[in-house]
């Protein structure tokens, strides 16, 4: 309750409260946030992203990169190198099975694209992060 009150009370606290207003474009885009998120290994279709959110495509391109300081297509991309590194790191996935599991036809592009996003490429990454656990939690 008191963390509820703090978030109601602070300097967010209008924003939070539009996110639990059902109509309100806050909501709505968190619903089409919620699809993205769940269903991040499938092609992104703005179109029925934005009906999700009841709104025109643009509208709804608009109000997501207000949102999130991301389109889409780059949340969705985010969304997938998470999860590729979790496969790899926890599951002892290996990089192509990790690139195809999290929606990726390619495991070029998607060593090409986790090595922009975490500054090494994949397998490197990986077993930096089993190497020191410790490092890793405290990042």
């Known amino acids: 309750r008191e963390i509820c009150y703090w978030l109601l009370t602070g300097p967010n606290g209008r924003e939070i409260c539009k996110l ?5 474009h806050a909501r709505r885009m968190s619903d089409a946030i919620y699809r993205l998120r769940d269903n991040f290994a499938e092609p992104v279709r703005i179109e029925e992203l934005a009906a999700v959110a009841r709104m025109s495509p643009s509208s709804f391109h608009q109000h997501f990169k207000t949102l999130t300081s991301m389109t889409p297509l780059q949340y969705q991309k985010h969304m997938r190198l998470l999860e590729a590194r979790r496969l790899m790191v926890t599951d002892g996935a290996n990089v192509a099975s990790a690139a195809y599991q999290v929606g990726y036809e390619s495991a ?6 986790y090595t922009r996003m975490f500054g090494t490429p994949p397998k490197r990454d990986v077993s930096e992060m089993r190497a020191s656990p410790m490092e890793t939690a405290a990042a």
Request: no cysteine; charged share 20%.
């Open 108 to 113: 070029s592009q998607f060593s090409r694209e």
């Open 20 to 24: 639990a207003l059902p109509g309100s």
